[in-house]
């Protein structure tokens, strides 16, 4: 069975300073890797995904995330936090496999970003 | 933003009451899906649609119904809300042809957020 792991609740960070978001999968055959971002009373907006090829992944609004096969994790970075940054992180995972693959979520990282 | 729209955005209705949530895309992907969320949460799986005509329950049990009549559109409905149905509703679709592997990254809406009194 498919699962995602977001090992942190909230992240806290002061603005300019590098962020990073954790997220650990488990998955049968190669996986299919995303991350969104909520904001307030909105649905989630897709930030990045893995497929294949490079391990790093360069998504919106700078934010850029490295896929770590040995590992089996997909933390999400950016070099420079804004405070706009603050929202809620989700990382999500399927297979790779031919036919209809469910997208399961990890359970959310809060991000505050402060000034 | 992709183009995928709920209506509404805000629903305050009292119990019993049958409700439809309302979801179109226009980009014409074949696959759409409804997760219910909790206020800061994680997303649960609801039902989801290979295509028209075509539906299926998702992980977590839910009393809402849902059909797809045509491509574009996707509703829910309670034909009996409770104050447990109180809950932000979100709607996703994704493109991709069914049987072959694609990467099919889902797009949401702004959600729903039901409250039921």
């Known amino acids: 069975a498919q699962s995602v792991a977001q090992p942190e609740d909230q992240v806290n960070v002061a603005e300019g300073n590098p962020l990073t978001v954790k997220c650990t999968y488990s998955?049968?055959?190669?996986?299919?890797l995303f991350w969104y971002v909520q904001y307030p009373n909105r649905g989630l907006q897709f930030l990045l995904k893995?497929?294949?090829?490079?391990?790093l992944v360069k998504g919106s609004y700078g934010f850029e995330a490295e896929f770590n096969k040995s590992q089996t994790s997909f933390h999400l970075k950016k070099p420079s936090a804004l405070v706009s940054d603050s929202a809620l992180y989700f990382c999500?995972?399927?297979?790779?496999?031919?036919?209809?693959?469910?997208?399961?979520f990890g359970t959310g990282t809060r991000l505050l970003v402060s000034p | 933003e992709a183009d995928i729209y709920q209506t509404p955005r805000y629903l305050v209705i009292g119990t019993g009451k049958k409700i439809t949530l309302e979801c179109s895309q226009t980009?014409?992907?074949?696959?759409m899906y409804w997760y219910q969320q909790d206020p800061g949460m994680e997303l649960h799986l609801i039902h989801y649609s290979y295509g028209v005509n075509s539906t299926e329950k998702g992980d977590l049990s839910s009393e809402s119904t849902v059909s797809r009549i045509r491509t574009e559109h996707f509703p829910l409905t309670l034909e009996s809300a409770r104050p447990s149905h109180t809950s932000q509703y979100l709607c996703?679709?994704?493109?991709?042809?069914?049987?072959?592997?694609?990467?099919?990254?889902?797009?949401f809406g702004p959600g729903t957020r039901l409250t039921v009194l």
């Open positions: 999500a995972v399927r297979g790779g496999n031919t036919g209809f693959q469910k997208l399961v």
């Open positions: 996703a679709s994704s493109g991709g042809v069914v049987g072959r592997a694609t990467t099919d990254t889902q797009y």
């Open positions: 893995y497929i294949t090829g490079d391990n």
């Open positions: 998955v049968s055959g190669n996986p299919y």
């Open positions: 980009m014409g992907h074949d696959k």
